[in-house]
């Protein structure tokens, strides 16, 4: 398996999923243009993608969806719910990018290839293996993924206000970890947002904190004896920065014990981060 970051943070997430020959994506708060282009840089076309899985029907994780899902039929993969509220927004958006284009698109280009995917289900995709399940955040229904092949299981944790029974066993079991780490807490409640975005943004439904993270990172080393890899994600540019992220968690590890842990940061608007399986390395090298 193979775990590439394109991007990720609130002006847009997205990660590629790859195993067995097959390419999938988790979100895809991306521009179609934008994706195609870090696609490429990859080595994989668009059009050749599995599927789309979508976490929750925020801007930031499914504004390029619908148009890539429309333009070249890629299956979109969700709960009901987030569907239903996805399929609102990709109007709206679609109209607005035609009102700026000064067209209509013919009514047969207008549907999008969507797969209902409930909450707590799993399904495969060639050998890779997704699992959703719920996290706490104010969107319509948001889940977080596992996805396991080459024996490997990772999970995307972002986008969550707080931490709930349902993420500690995938959190667990999961090689790679990408886990959110929002905010420097006092550096939020200093800065220049709204009293009612603070509140938003710190609220149960909302982002977790570089404290918050630390604290779940720092139970999820103490119980399991699974060597991890963890990428921080999700990252504001306004109250955060990778130097303050990483110096948080590091204090929290450091006061249990665990020494020298290596964090990573997944990049706002470009690729960075990438997991390799051995498995997938081999059988790339292959060819
Ligand atoms: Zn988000
Ligand atoms: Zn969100």
């Known amino acids: 398996m193979r ?4 991007s990720s ?3 847009g997430n997205c990660y590629l999923v790859q195993a067995g020959g097959h390419s999938l994506l988790i979100d895809c708060g991306l521009s179609a243009t934008a994706l195609q282009k870090f696609l490429a840089l990859e ?5 050749e993608l599995s599927g789309i899985f979508l976490t929750h029907d925020h801007h930031d994780h499914l504004s390029g969806a619908g148009q890539v899902s429309r333009r070249w039929g890629i299956p979109i993969f969700a709960n009901k719910k987030t569907l239903d509220e996805a399929a609102v927004r990709w109007a709206k958006i679609e109209k607005l990018s035609q009102q700026r284009a000064n067209t209509t698109m013919p009514p047969e280009s207008r549907t999008y290839n969507t797969r209902l995917f409930p909450t707590g ?16 955040h104010d969107a319509a229904e948001t889940v977080c993924y596992t996805f396991k092949a080459d024996g490997v299981q990772a999970v995307i944790l972002t986008d969550l206000g707080c931490s709930t029974s349902p ?9 790679l970890i990408i886990l959110e780490a929002n905010h420097e807490e006092e550096k939020l409640w200093a800065g220049k947002y709204p009293y009612t975005l603070k509140k938003r943004v710190t609220g149960d439904k909302g982002h977790l904190s570089n404290r918050q993270s630390g604290e779940i990172l720092r139970y999820c080393l103490e119980n399991t004896g699974l060597a991890h890899t963890v ?4 990252l504001s540019s306004e109250n955060n920065s990778p130097q303050e992220a990483t110096a948080t968690i590091t204090k929290l590890l450091e006061e249990a014990g665990i020494e020298r842990f290596p964090l990573n940061i997944a990049l706002r608007d470009k690729p960075s981060l ?4 051995e498995q997938y390395y081999y059988q790339a090298s292959m060819f």
């Open 231 to 234: 990428w921080l994600a999700h």
């Open 274 to 277: 990438v997991y390799e399986t």
């Open 167 to 175: 993420i500690y066993e995938p959190l667990l079991q999961s090689r």
């Open 121 to 136: 289900k799993a399904t495969t995709i060639g050998s890779i293996e997704i699992n959703s399940f719920p996290v706490s």
């Open 3 to 6: 775990v590439k970051s394109l």
């Open 9 to 11: 943070g609130s002006s």
């Open 43 to 47: 080595g994989v076309n668009v059009a």
